[in-house]
């Protein structure tokens, strides 16, 4: 069955960095574009970048732009997020996505979440 597994989430403070890894299975990878989307406690899931099956495409929140970095392994199966110059308003639970439209709407398959906690 399909399964999104993410991980590297964590406390940081703010200003400091993490990368985010989505370990895919289930279908094939390298033919589905791969997003990030987050949700903060009390507010809907926003998109927060995405980039298409080849990795030819990239495409950020403006939140996320200058400081986060979307990118792909398609020989590991996994989709990364490096977060730079991370903020309190960061704090989120970051879902991995797939889909086979290139755009800030999400695709149908879904990660569990990992939890990202910026402190002031």
């Known amino acids: 069955q399909v399964q999104l597994v993410e991980s590297g989430g964590g406390l940081v403070q703010a200003g400091g960095s993490l990368r985010l890894s989505c370990a895919a299975s289930g279908f094939t990878f390298s033919s589905y574009n791969m997003g990030w989307f987050r949700q903060a406690p009390g507010k809907e899931r926003e998109f927060v970048a995405v980039?298409?099956?080849?990795?030819?495409?990239?495409r950020y929140a403006d939140s996320a732009k200058d400081r986060f970095t979307i990118s792909r392994d398609n020989a590991k199966n996994t989709v990364y997020l490096q977060m730079n110059s991370l903020k309190p308003e960061d704090t989120a639970v970051y879902y991995c996505?797939?889909?086979?439209?290139?755009?800030?709407?999400?695709?149908?398959?879904w990660g569990q979440g990992t939890q990202v906690t910026v402190s002031s």
């Open positions: 980039i298409s099956w080849s990795s030819a495409s990239t």
């Open positions: 996505n797939a889909g086979d439209s290139f755009g800030v709407r999400p695709g149908v398959y």
